[in-house]
């Protein structure tokens, strides 16, 4: 389990009292596939904890195993809300948009969303006023009784996403809600989830798209071939384990500057235009240090490394867990 | 059980304004009359041909064959022996006979068609058969009287014994009509259920749903809310049925109802209806579309079928070893024992034996089932093998 920053030192009655999911040494195999490998984390009520990593690293099975449609074989899942811990999921108050998701293509769209927040127990009536509310926040007020086949996509998967909200869960996973929307969409949804954090909600988010992850998530939580690979706040992974890069626009040549000792590669972007990537763990300063006086330097910009670049070098294996 | 209801509340309001269910639901009792009255409504417009025979008679059979001939059939004297075959062709008939003066002792006779047909030859047949028997025995001196009392035919008057309870028509009606619905409701809502599980897969939707509730419990639902589907379809039919029947065809229901073991046809119709529902709620579960169904899924589906086999050898034998061993199974025990118990006394036993196979049948299948489906369902994109279907019922319950 990975918590850093001010949580642990908080951790008081009121953090006892709030929601939390908490995974433990939670384990999966299927035949010979140990698919999920000892996995740990802990996801507190207003956060959105990005839960990332490559296709086939076990997310969709720990997303499954958290939700209780598959049981893990060893470890523990516990729901933490009200100030009890529920080892079973507690249906009413966890909402799921899965990576595989649709819509009963021969019904309506009101009838759809009153039956599934039916089988969370919310009355059909109160189910139709607050599925009204949420399709008029999307623009979709005038297909409240449209059949599904007449939506596109990106309606649907409005449709979904209130799915999976309209009982007003206090757990809340979503498996790539953002793929396939249009920017504007996507900036619908996201200003939705963070509301839903904002009201304290425990949000779940996997996503392939790393700027969104950056964007929405406090901390991530990364696994590659069924174990954690790395956790904890945004800030601190990428302090930790990405390199910086630096793009320089240069009057002469820039074997000078590639043959620095701090950087690890160059690539040429255009006539006189670099971007320097520096060694792991090298920081800013260290790099500067090393600039020579003669380099005929016109421009410079240092940037910390995306999350991209984190993930894909986990993905291909060059930080392995 | 509220989350079953929900779902079964949830199958029942979908598919029931489905146009494929309403349009079964109409179809179906019109497709019933049109196959009941076709034969009857075909015999009425098939008048018998009319065919005329010319007949060249030379032992004075012509009284005889035209006494007791039948509307249809002409039979005529030509004008003119030699011109026989002109006379046929002139007067478009089917042929002519000749019986030659000789006939008493050969009893040979000859036909002369113009064409292919068979009407009246029976007839014909028969008249000469007795003709010759009538001369020949005339020939050995008996008369009249004599050789009536010798060529009448045998009668058998049937009769049952007192303390023996044969059922009648009416209750073999009621049986027939009640195997005919079991079969009905068994492949229509055999195939939604399929269909259902199908789509909840096609359509992406049993992840979320299976968040909220037990893979037991959707299976549950399905099969009740289609169970009730069948019910409001059974109930439907029935309705207009029955009045028909008694008003149109003066059939007494009620009387005939009294007279059947209603308890013991539901419980097998019940019984055979949730076997079958499992059976395919499962199936289901192990493909990707109906049209990709694979051998072992093709060979399943068949089991329902399996009945139709058994139900001429045990309508000509209802107590023989083929009937009661078919009473034992459990996919073809309830029709073969609603069909046995109309048209015998089955012992006791056997009911009660039939009963308890079937029960337990149910519960396995079911279990194996839940088993499937609960795998099944989360599996995109491809249909199961036999293998893997194997593999799935050894997994121990999580």
């Known amino acids: ?321 | 059980m509220k989350d079953i209801w929900k779902v079964a509340h949830w199958e029942f309001t979908r598919y029931i304004t489905n146009k494929q269910f309403i349009i079964g639901l109409l179809i179906t009792p019109l497709l019933m009359v049109a196959f009941g009255a076709l034969p009857i409504l075909l015999e009425r417009w098939n008048k018998p041909q009319e065919v005329t025979y010319y007949i060249v008679d030379e032992t004075g059979i012509m009284p005889l064959l035209t006494a007791g001939s039948p509307a249809n059939l002409k039979l005529v004297q030509p004008q003119s022996k030699d011109r026989v075959e002109e006379e046929v062709r002139e007067a478009e008939a089917a042929g002519y006979l000749v019986v030659d003066s000789e006939f008493l002792r050969t009893g040979q006779a000859a036909l002369y068609l113009s064409g292919h047909t068979t009407e009246g030859r029976a007839y014909i047949q028969a008249v000469l058969s007795q003709f010759l028997q009538q001369g020949r025995m005339q020939e050995s001196g008996l008369d009249w009287e004599q050789l009536n009392y010798v060529s009448a035919p045998a009668q058998v008057e049937v009769h049952t014994m007192a303390d023996v309870e044969i059922p009648g028509r009416q209750e073999m009606v009621v049986s027939g009509v009640f195997v005919v619905l079991i079969y009905i409701i068994v492949f229509s809502s055999g195939t939604m259920l399929m269909q259902s599980a199908v789509q909840e897969k096609r359509d992406r939707m049993i992840e979320v749903v299976l968040s909220s509730i037990s893979p037991q419990t959707l299976m549950q639902g399905k099969i009740l809310g289609h169970f009730l589907l069948g019910v409001f379809q059974m109930a439907f039919w029935l309705v207009l049925a029955i009045p028909a029947a008694i008003f149109l065809l003066d059939f007494p229901v009620w009387e005939a109802l009294g007279g059947v073991n209603l308890g013991l046809l539901a419980l097998f119709g019940l019984c055979s209806y949730l076997l079958n529902a499992a059976m395919f709620v499962g199936l289901g579960a192990t493909m990707d579309d109906i049209q990709n169904a694979g051998n072992a899924q093709g060979l399943v589906m068949m089991l329902p079928m399996l009945s139709f086999f058994f139900i001429a050898p045990v309508v000509s034998n209802p107590n023989g070893s083929v009937a009661v061993l078919a009473s034992f199974f459990p996919f073809t025990s309830p029709v073969i024992m609603i069909i046995r118990s109309a048209m015998t006394q089955v012992p006791v036993w056997q009911v009660v034996l039939s009963v308890i196979v079937l029960l337990l049948a149910v519960l396995a299948i079911s279990l194996a089932a839940a088993k499937v489906f609960r795998v099944g369902m989360l599996m995109y994109g491809k249909t199961a093998s036999l293998a893997e279907i194997g593999k799935w019922l050894r997994y121990r319950e999580e």
């Not at chain 1, 293509?105 to 969303?113: E, S, T, W």
């Not at chain 1, 302090?239 to 000078?256: C, K």
Request: hydrophobic fraction near 45%; include cysteine.
């Open chain 1, 1 to 321: 389990m990975v918590e850093s920053g001010i949580l642990p030192r908080m951790r008081g009655y009121w953090l006892m009292a709030a929601d939390a999911l908490m995974v433990t040494a939670v384990n999966k195999t299927y035949g010979d596939k140990h698919v999920v490998k000892d996995i740990s984390f802990r996801a507190q009520a207003g956060e959105i904890l990005g839960f990332l990593g490559p296709n086939g690293a076990g997310k969709t099975t720990t997303i499954r195993m958290i939700m209780g449609i598959t049981a893990p074989d060893s470890g523990k899942i516990v729901f933490q809300t009200g100030g009890r811990q529920l080892a079973g999921v507690p249906k009413e108050l966890v909402g799921y948009l899965p990576e595989e998701r649709g819509l009963y293509k021969d019904a309506c769209v009101m009838h759809i969303l009153q039956f599934l927040a039916g089988l969370k127990n919310v009355s059909r009536q109160e189910a139709a006023s607050r599925a009204r509310r949420w399709l008029a926040k999307f623009s979709l007020a005038d297909y409240a009784n449209a059949k599904v086949e007449q939506l596109s996509k990106g309606m649907a998967q409005k449709v979904q996403f209130i799915a999976a909200v309209l009982h007003q869960p206090r757990f809340i996973v979503l498996d790539e809600p953002f793929a396939g929307l249009d920017p504007v969409s996507q900036d619908l949804f996201k200003a939705e989830i963070k509301r839903l954090a904002a009201d304290g909600a425990v949000v779940l988010l996997s996503s392939h798209q790393m700027n969104i992850v950056e964007e929405l998530c406090d901390r991530i939580f990364l696994i590659n071939h069924g174990q954690e690979v790395v956790s904890g706040r945004l800030g601190e992974i990428r302090e930790r384990y990405g390199s910086y890069r630096v793009h320089v626009e240069l009057g002469a040549d820039a074997d000078a500057l590639v043959r620095l000792p701090a950087v690890a590669g160059a690539e040429r972007l255009g006539s006189g235009r670099w971007v320097l990537y520096l060694q792991d763990y090298v920081k800013p300063e260290e790099f500067l240090r090393q600039v020579p006086s003669d380099v005929g330097l016109r421009e410079l910009s240092i940037t910390r490394p995306a999350l991209h670049d984190i993930f894909v070098k986990i993905a291909t294996g060059r930080y392995g867990g």
